[in-house]
C-alpha cells in the first residue's frame, strides 16, 4: 500500500463520513471503531455526534478503559450503555446465532437511545476483512440499517492500522480482540464468572507481554492458551509461573495451544 492509496482511501473514508447529516459511532475501544470515531469527529459537527460505548459483560475491561480515556484525552463526549445481555436467554444459551442476538439487542438499545437526539445514522468499524470469517453479527447490522463506513472506503485491517498511525492514534498497532464470549464453545451456556475469569486472564498474559492472546474455556475449570508462534518459546520458559498465576485466578487445569493462536479458532 503505497502513500497515493492510503491518502485516496481516506479521502473517501471522509466524504462518506461528511454525507451523513448527524452520526453515533459505536465504539468497542478497538483500534478499528476508534479510528472510525477519530475520522468523524474531525468531519462532523460535535452536536450532530455521539460516541456510543456499550459497556457489556462480554467486553473486555481493558478496552472500556481504554476508549473512556481516549475520549476524555481528546475531549469528546461518550455515552456509556451499560447492558447485561446474559438476562437473554437467545444470548445466554450460546448457540451458532448468539452473535446474531447479541449484536440486534446492542443496536436495538443503541438506536433507541440516539434516535430521541435527534441522531439518524449508525455507523460501526466493520473492515473489508471482517466479510471473510463467519459473523452473525453482520446480518443483524444489515437488517438494523447499521452502516459500515471503512468497510465502504475499502479498508481492511492492515490499511486501518497505516491512518491510524498517520493521525498518530496510540491505539494504531493495538491487538485484535473479540468478544469474551467467542472463547467459550458453542452450545456452552454463558457465566458470568466463566467471563470474569478469561478475561482476568487474558489480561494477566497481557500485561506478561503476551498481546494479542487468547484464553480458551475447552472444559469446566480448563483452559487453553494461545499466544503469537513467535511467543511460544518464552511462553513456555514462562510456564511455571503462569500457571500458578491462572491458578490463583481460578482455572484448575492450564494448556497450551502449541499452533498458537488462530483467528476465529471456535467458530
Not at 86 to 114: F, G, H, P, W
Not at 141 to 162: C, M, N, S, V, Y
Amino acid at each position: 500500500m503505497n502513500k497515493l492509496d492510503l491518502n485516496s482511501a481516506e479521502k473517501h473514508l471522509r466524504n462518506i463520513l461528511k454525507g451523513y447529516p448527524s452520526l453515533a459511532v459505536a465504539v468497542s475501544g478497538g483500534a478499528d471503531s476508534t479510528l472510525l470515531a477519530k475520522v468523524a469527529s474531525e468531519v462532523i459537527p460535535k452536536d450532530k455526534l455521539v460516541l456510543a460505548h456499550a459497556k457489556l459483560p462480554f467486553s473486555p475491561k481493558r478496552e472500556s478503559e481504554l476508549i473512556k480515556k481516549w475520549c476524555a484525552e481528546n475531549n469528546l463526549d461518550l455515552q456509556i450503555l451499560e447492558l447485561n445481555l446474559l438476562e437473554d436467554e437467545d444470548v445466554q444459551r450460546n448457540d451458532s446465532r448468539r452473535c446474531y442476538y447479541c449484536k440486534t439487542k446492542i443496536m436495538t438499545s443503541l438506536i433507541a437511545a440516539i434516535k430521541e437526539q435527534g441522531i439518524e445514522v449508525v455507523v460501526d468499524g466493520t473492515l473489508t476483512d471482517d466479510y471473510g470469517d463467519y459473523r452473525p453479527g453482520l446480518e443483524a447490522t444489515a437488517e438494523l440499517g447499521i452502516q459500515h463506513p471503512l468497510a465502504e472506503a475499502g479498508f481492511d485491517k492492515r490499511l486501518t492500522r497505516l491512518l491510524a498511525r498517520k493521525l498518530h492514534l496510540t491505539s494504531w498497532n493495538m491487538p485484535a480482540s473479540a468478544c469474551l464470549a467467542s472463547r467459550i464453545p458453542c452450545g456452552t451456556p454463558i457465566e458470568r464468572k466463566t467471563l470474569d475469569l478469561v478475561d482476568a486472564a487474558e489480561d494477566l498474559l497481557f500485561n506478561a507481554g503476551f498481546a494479542g492472546n487468547r484464553v480458551r474455556v475447552i472444559a469446566p475449570g480448563t483452559a487453553c492458551i494461545e499466544v503469537k508462534p513467535i511467543h511460544l518459546p518464552r511462553l513456555f520458559r514462562m510456564r511455571d509461573s503462569i500457571v500458578a498465576e491462572m491458578q490463583k485466578i481460578g482455572f484448575k487445569k492450564i494448556t497450551i495451544d502449541l499452533n498458537g493462536y488462530t483467528r476465529g479458532a471456535m467458530n
